[in-house]
């Protein structure tokens, strides 16, 4: 049974930084694209960014490019979102989910962690 | 903002069909990626419902289809139970923002 634990999620002032991680299982982790996605308070799904199963690409929504970046340690089948200079428009329940092989589809999620950012 | 247009609702009887439609462009599903649809109840998982346009994962009751055309595709869910009452989200890629995109999402509400 695939199982991804998201954690690390809290509150945090703005201009700070999180390490969230996702905690894999039930899958072999190398093979798949990992990804994160976000859903703000009383908002839409938005997609953040996306690492390939080896780690060396990632791609990242225009709106956390250049703050935020994915990472992923194959052994230990963990994957993990370091976000920097948070703003208020951070604020969100992060989700882990798992890229379907060949196609731009997300077969499981997590069930997400909150990041709050306020002072 | 969401380059997917969803209507923010809609609803229906039990036992009726509802349909939800999901409105893109030229860089997303009229440049033939496929559409996704997940389903959403707060405070738990989404749970992936339709891929590649119109396949069901494995235990997802074929009450619920998908279809695609144009630049627009479409989740209609018949038989309409109270267990349906969630959120839905489309999803595809767009060529022209290089990101995966979500639609707006629509609330489904069972009367």
């Known amino acids: 049974e695939v199982q991804l634990v998201e954690s690390g999620g809290g509150l945090v002032q703005p201009g700070g930084s999180l390490r969230l991680s996702c905690a894999a299982s039930?899958?072999?982790?190398?093979?798949?694209?990992m990804s994160w996605v976000r859903q703000a308070p009383g908002k839409g799904l938005e997609w953040v960014c996306i690492i390939s199963g080896s780690g060396s690409d990632s791609y990242y929504a225009d709106s956390v490019k250049g703050r935020f970046t994915t990472s992923r340690d194959n052994s230990k089948n963990t994957l993990y979102l370091q976000m920097n200079s948070l703003t208020a428009e951070d604020t969100a329940v992060y989700y882990c989910v798992k890229k379907y092989s060949g196609s731009y589809h997300f077969d499981y999620w997590g069930q997400g962690t909150l990041v709050t950012v306020s002072s | 903002q969401s380059v997917l247009t969803q209507p923010p609702s809609v609803s229906g009887a039990p036992g009726q069909r509802v349909t939800i439609s999901c409105t893109g462009s030229s860089s997303n599903i009229g440049a033939r990626y496929d559409v996704h649809w997940y389903q959403h109840l707060p405070g738990t998982a989404p749970k992936s419902l339709i891929y590649?346009?119109?396949d069901r994962p494995s235990g997802v009751p074929d009450r619920f289809s998908g279809s695609k055309s144009g630049t627009s595709a479409s989740l209609a869910i018949s038989g309409l139970q109270a267990e349906d009452e969630a959120d839905y989200y489309c999803q595809s890629y767009d060529s022209s923002l290089s990101a995966y995109v979500f639609g707006t999402g629509t609330k489904v509400t069972v009367l």
């Open positions: 590649g346009n119109n």
């Open positions: 039930g899958f072999t982790f190398i093979n798949f694209a």
